[in-house]
């Protein structure tokens, strides 16, 4: 079983930045992806960015440049710094682990973190 829990969402001006952590614990060694999902009411879940264990970066082309993925495999640890922020980032941010880029049935997700980007 694997264990993901998010913090430091929260509420930010526009242009503003926050930072996004997620702890892993549990089996974690199947799942290849890392990253950050995002899901707002009336819009289709967005992979906003994603890591490989090898350290390969995927990110959405509505974050690139502001977002930014790090992962810390000896702590279990994965980071989204998000700078720059928009009104139209605010939504709740999901950590996943999965085998593939978009997570499927049988990936993991965290509770999630609210996002809240005031204009």
């Not at 952590?21 to 549990?26: P, R």
């Not at 992806?33 to 289709?44: I, V």
């Not at 967005?46 to 390969?56: H, I, L, P, R, Y």
């Not at 980032?89 to 996943?96: L, R």
Request: include cysteine; charged fraction near 15%; glycine fraction near 14%.
């Amino acid at each position: 079983q694997v264990h993901l829990v998010e913090s430091g969402g929260g509420l930010v001006q526009a242009g503003g930045s926050l930072r996004l952590s997620c702890a892993a614990s549990g089996s974690i060694f199947g799942g290849n992806y890392m990253g950050w999902y995002r899901q707002s009411p009336g819009n289709q879940r967005e992979v906003v960015a994603a890591v490989t264990t090898g350290g390969t970066q995927h990110y959405a082309d509505s974050v690139k440049g502001r977002f930014t993925i790090s992962r810390d495999n000896a702590k279990n640890m994965v980071y989204l710094q998000m700078n720059s922020l928009k009104p139209e980032d605010t939504a709740v941010y999901y950590c996943y682990l999965a085998t593939t880029l978009s997570p499927g049935p049988s990936s993991y997700r965290g509770q999630g973190a609210q996002v809240t980007v005031s204009s």
